[in-house]
């Protein structure tokens, strides 16, 4: 059976920049021996898929109680080569909205997906901390067994991390697609799965069910509800800014698989994040009756 996974991430605090929210939203994930199972389902065959549509552009907002924090982008660049490997280029844009005391976020993320299981090849992101740029690069050496993690300023590198790579990864972003992917071949079943993840250094897993329902989901992006399958579930491990714990989301339930809101836990409370807009050729959402 293929696995397929999903990690919506609490986040403490008002203060805590929309990235910090929308990164936990959609944390790295590992997929434990998903190159096999996914061949096996036939995936790797398939060369177009109906989810990965060339310039799909989703965007999402972030709230906490009644105030907006910020947006993040999600851009499906096109179908390139790199590395000799057939894939897809990802990108994401997230921003917080000015007048927020403590918050002022910008960041990019780039990710290159293997186009056949969509696992990880490279990603990096780049944000300004004190008026400096910060990025962190993923370099995985799968012939190594090596995922080394660097963070660099300017161009010189300060910090470092290797970890084993003994799987198949898929990170953040590509993560948004491949969830959307694997709910699709459920073809509506219910499935519950325990998913190894790594987000920045820590690696554990997620506890994930998806299709557990239909229901309707109301978004900004649509002045109707849209009919929807929820999926929750929880994170086994506190990551960086104290991610843990439980959540629950909504996807629409239709062939486009398009994620619409998602509910997380935080020490002080929950955050909500709902679809804001989405630009995709020929989408008509399903809608609740």
Same mark, same amino acid.
């Given at each position: 059976?293929?696995?397929?996974?999903?990690?919506?991430?609490?986040? =403490?605090?008002?203060?805590?920049?929309?990235?910090?929210?929308?990164?936990a939203?959609?944390?790295?994930?590992?997929?434990?021996?998903?190159?096999?199972?996914?061949? @096996?389902?036939?995936?790797?065959?398939?060369?177009?898929?109906f989810?990965?549509? =060339?310039?799909?552009?989703?965007?999402?907002?972030?709230?906490?109680?009644?105030?907006? @924090?910020?947006?993040? &982008?999600f851009?499906?660049?096109?179908?390139?080569? /790199?590395?000799?490997?057939?894939?897809?280029?990802?990108?994401?844009?997230?921003?917080?909205?000015?007048? #927020?005391?403590?918050? $002022? /976020?910008?960041?990019?993320?780039?990710?290159?997906?293997?186009?056949?299981? @969509?696992?990880?090849?490279s990603?990096?992101?780049?944000?300004?901390?004190?008026?400096?740029?910060?990025r962190?690069?993923?370099?995985?050496? /799968?012939a190594?067994?090596?995922?080394?993690?660097?963070?660099?300023? &300017?161009?010189?590198?300060? &910090? &470092?991390?290797?970890?084993?790579?003994?799987?198949?990864?898929t990170?953040g +972003?590509?993560? %948004?697609? /491949?969830?959307?992917?694997?709910?699709?071949?459920?073809?509506?079943? !219910?499935?519950?799965?325990?998913?190894? #993840?790594?987000?920045?250094t820590?690696?554990?897993?997620?506890? +994930?069910?998806?299709?557990?329902?239909?229901?309707?989901? !109301?978004?900004?992006?649509?002045?109707?509800?849209?009919?929807?399958?929820?999926?929750?579930?929880?994170? $086994? %491990?506190?990551?960086?800014?104290?991610?843990?714990?439980q %959540?629950?989301?909504?996807?629409?339930?239709?062939s486009?698989?398009? =994620?619409?809101?998602?509910d997380?836990?935080?020490?002080?409370?929950?955050?909500?994040?709902?679809? !804001?807009? #989405?630009?995709?050729?020929?989408?008509? =959402?399903?809608?609740?009756?």
């Amino acid at each position: 059976m293929l696995k397929r996974s999903a990690s919506f991430v609490a986040i =403490p605090g008002l203060s805590i920049s929309t990235l910090l929210i929308l990164k936990a939203i959609f944390a790295s994930v590992l997929f434990h021996d998903m190159g096999t199972e996914m061949r @096996l389902s036939g995936w790797s065959s398939a060369e177009e898929r109906f989810i990965m549509q =060339p310039r799909e552009s989703v965007t999402f907002e972030a709230s906490y109680l009644f105030f907006k @924090l910020g947006t993040v &982008k999600f851009e499906l660049l096109g179908k390139t080569v /790199y590395q000799g490997v057939p894939s897809y280029r990802i990108r994401a844009f997230i921003n917080s909205y000015g007048g #927020i005391p403590f918050v $002022n /976020y910008h960041a990019v993320y780039e990710t290159y997906a293997d186009a056949r299981t @969509l696992m990880c090849i490279s990603t990096y992101n780049e944000k300004q901390e004190g008026g400096k740029p910060v990025r962190s690069d993923y370099i995985f050496n /799968y012939a190594g067994k090596v995922l080394t993690w660097e963070e660099s300023v &300017k161009g010189v590198v300060k &910090k &470092k991390v290797e970890m084993p790579l003994d799987t198949s990864y898929t990170d953040g +972003l590509s993560f %948004f697609y /491949y969830v959307r992917e694997a709910c699709k071949s459920a073809e509506g079943r !219910k499935e519950t799965l325990t998913v190894p #993840i790594v987000s920045d250094t820590v690696r554990s897993s997620v506890n +994930l069910t998806i299709n557990e329902k239909r229901e309707k989901c !109301k978004v900004e992006a649509f002045d109707f509800p849209i009919e929807s399958e929820r999926l929750s579930g929880h994170i $086994n %491990f506190e990551g960086t800014f104290g991610v843990t714990g439980q %959540f629950v989301g909504w996807i629409s339930a239709d062939s486009a698989e398009v =994620p619409l809101r998602a509910d997380l836990k935080v020490i002080l409370g929950s955050i909500v994040v709902k679809l !804001k807009s #989405i630009d995709r050729d020929s989408w008509i =959402p399903p809608r609740a009756e």
